[in-house]
Structure formats: C-alpha cells, structure tokens
C-alpha cells in the first residue's frame, strides 16, 4: 500500500480497530482536545507505525454506540521537538502532517467532521517524554462543510 494512501482508508483501519477495542481503553491523563468550545478526554491514545505510515490517533469513548477522535498522519517518523506543518493534502510530505476529527458509530461507520485546512501558521509540536510521543497544538484551521477555528489539545501516547 502506498504511504499515506488516503484519509478514509486510514479511518476505516481504525474505525474497526477502536470499536472493537473500546471495552479495554485505559483513560489517559493529559490527552485532550478542545474543538467549538467543547473539551474531549482521551480514554485511549495510540501512535502506530503501521502500513508505513506514521499515525497518532486519541479516542473519547461517549457510549458503546459513539466513539469521538482525533487523527494525525504524519510525513516521517516524528522525532523529539520536531514541529510539523498541517496540510490539507491526502499524503503528507516530510515534516507535514494531517490532522482530522471525527465520530465513529456502533456500526464502525467513521464520520468525518473536519480536517486541518493547512493554514501557514498552523502546526504540532513533537516531544518524547520518557519514551512517549507527545504532541501539542494550538488554534489549528478546521474545515470540511464550513471553516472552524481553534482545534487545540495536547495527545500524549498511551
């Protein structure tokens, strides 16, 4: 398979993966995501190396019929205090990364709600903290149907 093959591809993956896992989630201090005013809590966050692509993805368990996420698929394996640029392309380059919201159903049915517009000024900032991925971003451009402003969280690997 290609790297950085497609976004939907990438959600189906983890559509089927989080759903069936979602009973054993651990809940993580420190992962959360602010998107139009509302805070999301990580009951799992997960970075994988898989199908040669580089994903960091955090999970907010609502109900055993509704799962809420963030995705990051970044160009190259992140390295500590490595600062990527959001793209809004399929396939990020080296040094770019895309980042993308949304809702998985009891159906595994992965519904996406907006992904990171590539503003110039946007950005994720890589650090590793005793062997776990951290990474932190602020005031992110989100658009899909309509632009929103303001994605910003910090995930931290599990």
């Known amino acids: 398979m290609k790297k950085g093959s497609g976004i939907l591809i990438t959600l ?15 809940s993580v201090q420190g992962s959360q995501w602010t998107f139009n005013g509302i805070t999301h809590t990580g009951s799992s966050t997960i970075f994988a190396t898989a199908y040669a692509t580089y994903l960091m993805e955090a999970n907010e ?3 055993d019929s509704l799962t809420n996420y963030v995705m990051m698929e970044f160009g190259n394996l992140p390295a500590n205090n490595e600062k990527f640029s959001v793209v809004s392309t399929a396939t ?30 946007d950005s ?14 602020s005031g992110i451009v989100m658009n899909e149907y309509e632009t929103f402003t303001g994605l910003s969280g910090t995930l931290i690997q599990q």
């Open 92 to 121: 990020p380059d080296s040094g770019q990364c895309v980042i993308a919201l949304g809702y998985i159903t009891a159906a595994h049915i992965p519904t996406l709600v907006a992904k990171g517009a590539g503003s110039s000024t």
């Open 61 to 63: 368990v609502i109900s």
């Open 12 to 26: 189906l993956i983890l559509a089927f993966g989080v759903s069936s896992c979602k009973k054993a989630t651990v």
């Open 124 to 137: 994720v900032l890589v650090t590793i903290v005793n062997g776990k991925y951290h990474f932190s971003f």
